[in-house]
C-alpha cells in the first residue's frame, strides 16, 4: 500500500459540474430557518439578477466551454422571481456555460407561489424538477413553522405542477417538532404518499442558533425535541416510503426508480459545483469557496468589476481554501457513506487517491463492520440499514 | 552583618485579604526591585499561584530598609503559603521569623485561618504586627475590625496599623513599626552552625536550593555541610541571599536569611523543617519541629490515552523535585489501564497538582475522586492500610476498618451555627465544643471523618453560610466505624476506579444517587450500558443508559460540508478526552461524580 505521505497529487475528475444559484429572499422567514435569506427585499431583486448575471458571465469567461450537468435554484425561496427574471438568468447560463450535458434544471419552491400559468411559464423557460416545502400535513405544525400555506394549499400547487407537465417532482417534508406526536408525522406520510411525488426529502428538525424556534426552546416555552422519538419517526417513514417503492438512496432522501437528485448526488460524490448568490458555497478547480452573504455587498461587488479572474474566483468570492489530500479525502467519505447503495465507489476512490479505501482504513472498517454498520464488496463501501441511524459515529473515525 | 540590624518577618493573612499586595508594596518602598520589574504579586513565581491568588510555595526576599533613625536595616521577609493544606510549611516559615504582620481585612474581619496563623505565631514565640488592610474598600469596618484584634491578641485597637495596600496608604509606617518592634535575631553567631530549612526547590544546575534562615553560627561557602535529619553530607555549590533573584555571597551569619545551593539531586535529602549543619563541628541538636510532611488525600491519576503513561511519570517525577510532600507509586486499574496513586497534603494540593500536570506538561490526565488512608483489621489479626477502595480486602477478611477523624474548627457568625451543626452531623461529625468570640461570632469544635470533609464538606459549608464561615483542621486520630466498600458495575463489569468506602448506613443512599448521577454523565452508546451499585454481592441501585438511537446529521448538501465536518471533527476531539472502560466511553467527570452526591439535599 502507498504511504499517505508519498501522493501529495489531488485528482478531483474533471466532469461536468453542478451549478447551484443561491435567491436570498423569502416573503417571510420561517421559524426555524438559519439559511442566508432576507424578507422584505423587493428592491433588491432585479440588481440582484444583474449581479447574478455578471457573476455567470465572469466565470464563463474563466473557464470557457465548461460542461454543465446540473442547475439548482436554491434558498431563500426561488419561486419569488417571475419567469421573466428567470429568462435573464437563463440566457446568461446559456451565454456563459456548455449545456449538451445538461441532465436536470431544479426549482426550489414554496406552494403559495405556484400557480398553473406560472408554473406552465417555469417549464418554458428551463425548468424539469419542481421541489415543493410542503412540510407537513397538520396545520398546527405549519403555524408552529410559520409557514404561509396551509396543505391544502401544497395539494393544490401539486396538482398545478403536474398539469403544467412538471414529471419530476420532490416534497420537502420536516419531522422531530418539539410536541409533534407520532400519528402526527403517520398522518403526513399516509396523505403525502397519496400525491405520489417522484422524490422525498425528510428533514429531522435541527434547533440552529438564532431562530426563533431555538429561542422558544432556550426559553422554555417549548419542549425540547425528543431524540428517541425522532428515531422513530425516521424509523416510520423508512418503513411506509418503502412500501410505496421508494428507494431511499441517501440519509435523509428517497426517489421513485431513476428518479435520484441528480444535482445533490454530484455533491455526495464530492464532484465540483458553482456556488452563485449571496453565501454561496462552491467546489470547483480544486477549492473550496464562499461568496459574499449580504446581498447588498454582492450587489456591489459584482457592479462593473475591472479584471480578469482565476476561476472559480469572482469579485464576490469572500474566502477560497485550495482542499488538500488528506482533507479531500475525509470529505469524499464523509459525502460518499450518505449514499445508502453507492457508498464510496472503490475504484473511483483509488483512482482519486491512489490507495484503495479498504487497505488503507482497515482498522477502522473492520471495527464498523464487527458493529454491524458498514459493508464492503468488491465495488463498494457503505453503511448497513443499521449504520443509517448512526451514520456520524461511523464517518468520525475517517476523519 | 550585625543580628541588631536584621529584621525578620512573614506576613500571615486569610486567603485574599491582602498578603501579596502588601509584599509588593513594600519591595517597591525599599526599591528592592525596580518599577518597571515590578509584576503584581512578585513573591508568588508561579503561574498557576498568580493566577489563583494563593501563595502556594514559601519564598524570601531580602530589602534594606533606611529607617526615621537614619539607620539602615536589613529585613527579610519571609512569604507563607495561604493555604490550610501546607499549614506544616508555614510553620517553619515562622520559625525562620521573630515576628509577623498580621494581615486582616477591613471589611471580613479575623477568620478561621487568621486564628490558625496567630496561634502558630505565638508557639513560635513571634512577636505579632496587626495589620488592618483594605480601609478604602466601601464596605470596610477598620474600628470595628482593630477591636476583632485588640480582643484577640491584646494589642490596643488604637495602635493598629490601617493601611491601603493596595493604593499604598498608610503602607509606609509598616516597616517603620517592623523595625521598631520586631526584635532583631538572638542566636549565638559563636556557636556552632544552625541552619532552618523552610523552603526549597530544584534548580538542575544547582542541585536542591535550600531556603534558610541561620540561627546559631556561619554558613561559609568553603564549608562541608550536613542535613541533621536525613543524614545527607554535601559541599555547597553556591550560597547566596534573595534579592529578590538569588544573589551569591561568601557566608550566612546568625541572623540572615538566604540560600544553600546544595548540589543534593533529591528533595527527600533536603527536606523542609530540617537543620543545616557543618559536616565537622557540627551542632549537636538539631532545631525542634522537624517532621516529615504526611499524605492525607489519595487518588488515582491516570493518563487519558494509555501512550502517555511515560510523560505521566516523567511529570510526576519532575514534580516531585519541588515538591517534597507528593508521592505516588504506580497503580494498575481494571478499569484505567496503568496510572499511579498520588498522596497528597489535602484536597487543594490535589488541585494544584492536577492542573499543573495538565498545564505545564500539557497531559491529558483523569483523576479518580479523592481517597483517605484506611486501617483494616483482619480477622487473623493482622493489620494493613490501604489508601484506595480497591485494595480492600474480601468483606468476610475483615474484622474492623479504622478511618482517620480530624479536628475542625469552624469560625462564624452566630447565625449559622444550626445549619452548620446539620451539615456536620450529615457528615458524621460530632460536635466538641462552642465557644463564643464575642457576641456575634463563633467558633465551633467538632470532631469529623477526613473522608467526609474531603467531598465537597468546605464547599457545602460556604454555601450555607453565604461564604462567612471559614473552616480549618488537623488530624486527630484513627477510630473504627461500620464502613462497607460500595462497588459500581457499567455494563455489568465492577469499575475499580469508581468504588468508594462509605458508611453502612448511607450506602444505599449513595448508591442511589451516584447510579443517578452516572445516568446522566455517561452518553448513550452503541449498546444499552446497565449501571449498577452493589455492596458486597447485593445490588442496591440500577439504571440503563439507553442504547443511542440516532447520530446523523439531517442534511448534509454542498453549502454545509466545511461546517458540518468541523461539526464532527469537533464532537471526535470531544470523544478523545473520554476513557474507554471496557466497550464503554466514560467521560472524566464520571471519576469525580463521588464528590458530588450531596448535590441537591
Redesign the interface.
Known amino acids: 500500500m502507498p504511504s499517505m505521505t508519498h501522493i501529495q497529487h489531488l485528482t478531483i475528475p474533471d466532469e461536468p459540474v453542478?451549478l447551484?444559484l443561491h435567491v436570498p429572499f423569502c416573503r417571510s422567514i420561517c421559524t426555524y430557518c438559519a439559511f442566508n435569506t432576507y424578507a422584505d427585499s423587493d428592491d433588491l431583486y432585479q440588481p440582484y439578477i444583474d449581479a447574478l448575471c455578471m457573476e455567470l458571465k465572469i466565470l464563463g469567461q474563466s473557464r470557457p466551454n465548461t460542461q454543465l450537468k446540473t442547475i439548482f435554484f436554491g434558498g431563500g425561496t426561488p419561486s419569488v422571481l417571475t419567469p421573466q427574471q428567470f429568462e435573464q438568468i437563463f440566457e446568461a447560463i446559456n451565454r456563459a456555460f456548455e449545456t449538451s450535458l445538461l441532465v436536470e434544471t431544479t426549482l426550489e419552491s414554496n406552494p403559495n407561489d405556484l400557480s398553473e400559468p406560472y408554473l406552465r411559464d417555469l417549464r418554458a423557460v428551463g425548468f424539469d424538477r419542481i421541489s415543493i416545502g410542503v412540510q407537513s400535513a397538520n396545520q398546527s405544525e405549519l403555524d408552529l413553522y410559520g409557514r404561509r400555506h396551509n396543505f391544502d394549499e401544497a395539494v393544490s400547487s401539486f396538482a398545478a405542477a403536474r398539469r403544467a407537465g412538471f414529471d419530476n417532482i420532490n416534497l420537502d417534508l420536516i419531522y422531530g417538532a418539539p410536541d409533534q406526536p407520532l400519528s402526527a408525522w403517520e398522518t403526513t406520510l399516509t396523505r403525502v404518499l397519496d400525491l405520489n411525488p417522484e422524490h422525498f426529502?425528510l428533514?429531522?428538525l435541527?434547533l440552529k442558533g438564532g431562530t426563533d424556534i431555538t429561542k422558544r426552546v432556550e426559553t422554555g416555552t417549548l419542549p425540547s425535541p425528543d431524540?428517541?422519538l425522532?428515531?422513530d419517526m425516521?424509523d416510520l417513514a423508512t418503513d411506509m416510503l418503502g412500501q410505496h417503492d421508494y428507494d431511499q438512496y441517501e440519509?435523509?432522501n428517497w426517489s421513485k426508480p431513476g428518479r435520484q437528485s441528480e444535482h445533490?448526488l454530484q455533491?455526495?460524490r464530492n464532484l465540483p459545483?458553482l456556488?452563485l448568490g449571496p453565501?454561496?458555497?462552491?467546489?470547483a478547480n480544486g477549492i473550496?469557496y464562499t461568496v459574499v452573504r449580504l446581498p447588498k455587498r454582492y450587489i456591489d461587488r459584482l457592479t462593473s468589476p475591472e479584471k480578469q479572474y482565476a476561476y472559480p474566483h469572482t469579485p464576490a468570492t469572500a474566502k477560497a481554501v485550495p482542499v488538500d489530500y488528506a482533507t479531500d479525502m475525509?470529505?469524499t467519505i464523509?459525502?460518499g457513506m450518505?449514499m445508502l447503495h453507492e457508498g464510496i465507489n472503490r475504484e473511483r476512490f483509488l483512482a482519486r487517491f491512489g490507495v484503495d479505501m479498504v487497505d488503507h482504513f482497515s482498522e477502522i472498517i473492520e471495527k464498523h463492520r464487527a458493529?454491524g454498520l458498514l459493508a464492503v464488496d468488491d465495488q463498494r463501501v457503505h453503511l448497513t440499514q443499521q449504520g443509517?441511524?448512526?451514520?456520524?459515529?461511523v464517518?468520525?473515525?475517517f476523519? | 552583618m550585625t543580628q541588631s540590624h536584621i529584621r525578620n518577618f512573614s506576613i500571615i493573612a486569610h486567603v485574599d485579604h491582602g498578603k501579596s499586595t502588601l509584599a509588593d508594596r513594600l519591595l517597591e518602598q525599599t526599591e528592592t526591585v525596580a518599577d518597571r520589574e515590578m509584576q503584581a504579586q512578585l513573591l508568588d513565581s508561579m503561574d498557576l499561584e498568580r493566577e489563583r491568588g494563593v501563595t502556594i510555595k514559601a519564598s524570601a526576599v531580602r530589602m534594606n530598609y533606611k529607617a526615621r533613625d537614619g539607620q539602615t536595616y536589613v529585613i527579610n521577609l519571609i512569604d507563607t503559603p495561604g493555604h490550610v493544606d501546607f499549614t506544616y510549611e508555614v510553620s517553619r516559615a515562622l520559625q525562620a521569623c521573630e515576628g509577623a504582620l498580621l494581615v486582616v481585612d477591613a471589611s471580613q474581619g479575623v477568620e478561621a485561618q487568621t486564628l490558625t496563623n496567630v496561634y502558630l505565631a505565638l508557639e513560635q514565640d513571634l512577636e505579632i504586627i496587626p495589620v488592618v488592610n483594605k480601609i478604602d474598600l466601601p464596605a470596610a469596618q477598620p474600628d470595628e475590625i482593630a477591636q476583632e484584634l485588640e480582643d484577640l491578641i491584646g494589642i490596643p485597637a488604637e495602635n493598629i496599623l490601617r493601611i491601603s495596600a493596595k493604593s499604598g496608604i498608610g503602607v509606609s509606617d509598616v516597616l517603620e513599626q517592623v523595625v521598631r518592634d520586631v526584635p532583631p535575631p538572638s542566636g549565638d553567631a559563636d556557636g556552632p552552625a544552625r541552619a532552618l530549612v523552610f523552603d526549597s526547590h530544584y534548580d538542575q544546575y544547582k542541585g536542591v536550593i535550600a531556603y534558610v534562615r541561620v540561627i546559631d553560627g556561619t554558613l561559609s561557602k568553603r564549608d562541608m555541610m550536613r542535613l541533621m535529619a536525613t543524614e545527607a553530607k554535601f559541599e555547597p555549590v553556591e550560597i547566596g541571599v534573595f534579592s529578590p533573584i538569588m544573589f551569591p555571597v561568601e557566608k550566612l551569619e546568625a541572623g540572615e536569611v538566604g540560600y544553600v545551593a546544595t548540589g543534593l539531586k533529591t528533595i527527600k535529602e533536603c527536606r523542609v523543617g530540617d537543620t543545616i549543619t557543618l559536616a565537622t563541628k557540627g551542632a549537636e541538636k538539631p532545631l525542634p519541629g522537624y517532621e516529615q510532611a504526611k499524605p492525607m488525600v489519595f487518588a488515582g491519576i491516570y493518563p487519558t490515552d494509555n501512550d502517555d503513561y511515560h510523560d505521566l511519570r516523567d511529570a510526576l517525577e519532575k514534580l516531585q523535585l519541588n515538591d517534597a510532600s507528593l508521592v505516588y507509586e504506580p497503580e494498575t486499574s481494571q478499569a484505567l489501564n496503568f496510572g499511579f496513586r498520588v498522596g497528597f497534603l489535602g484536597l487543594f494540593h490535589m488541585e494544584i497538582v492536577q492542573e499543573r500536570l495538565e498545564r505545564e506538561y500539557d497531559l491529558d490526565i483523569l483523576a479518580t475522586a479523592p481517597s483517605v488512608k484506611y486501617e483494616v483489621v483482619k480477622k487473623d489479626g493482622s493489620r494493613i492500610f490501604i489508601d484506595s477502595p480497591a485494595q480492600l480486602p474480601d468483606e468476610n477478611a475483615i474484622d474492623e476498618i479504622r478511618e482517620p477523624w480530624m479536628k475542625i474548627q469552624i469560625y462564624t457568625p452566630q447565625t449559622y451555627i444550626g445549619p452548620i451543626m446539620d451539615l456536620v452531623i450529615k457528615k458524621r461529625g460530632e460536635v466538641v465544643t462552642t465557644e463564643y468570640l464575642d457576641a456575634t461570632r463563633v467558633i465551633m469544635h467538632y470532631r469529623m471523618p477526613l473522608a467526609e470533609l474531603i467531598v465537597d464538606f468546605y464547599d457545602r459549608l460556604k454555601s450555607i453560610t453565604q461564604g462567612y464561615a471559614s473552616l480549618d483542621y488537623q488530624i486527630d486520630e484513627y477510630q473504627t466505624d461500620d464502613l462497607v466498600k460500595l462497588d459500581v458495575l457499567v455494563n455489568n463489569e465492577p469499575i475499580d476506579a469508581l468504588a468508594m468506602i462509605v458508611h453502612r448506613d448511607h450506602a444505599y443512599h449513595k448508591g442511589q444517587k451516584l447510579v443517578t448521577k452516572l445516568k446522566e454523565l455517561i452518553p448513550r452508546q452503541?449498546f444499552a450500558v446497565p449501571i449498577q451499585a452493589a455492596v458486597g454481592k447485593r445490588v442496591i441501585s440500577r439504571a440503563n443508559v439507553?442504547a443511542?438511537?440516532?447520530?446523523?446529521?439531517?442534511?448534509?448538501?454542498?453549502?454545509?460540508?466545511?461546517r458540518?465536518?468541523k461539526l464532527?471533527?469537533k464532537?471526535?476531539k470531544g470523544?478523545k478526552r473520554m476513557k474507554m472502560v471496557g466497550s464503554v466511553e466514560v467521560p472524566q467527570e464520571a471519576f469525580m461524580a463521588l464528590l458530588s452526591l450531596d448535590d441537591d439535599d
Do not use: P
Open positions: 453542478a447551484y426529502s428533514y429531522n435541527e431524540d428517541d425522532a428515531a425516521y440519509i435523509s445533490n455533491y455526495w459545483y456556488g453565501g454561496a458555497h462552491g467546489f473550496r475525509s470529505e464523509m459525502m450518505r458493529y443509517r441511524f448512526l451514520s456520524n459515529a464517518i468520525r473515525d476523519i | 452503541m439507553k443511542m438511537r440516532k447520530d446523523v446529521l439531517a442534511k448534509c448538501y454542498g453549502g454545509d460540508i466545511t458540518k465536518k464532527l471533527e464532537q471526535k470523544k
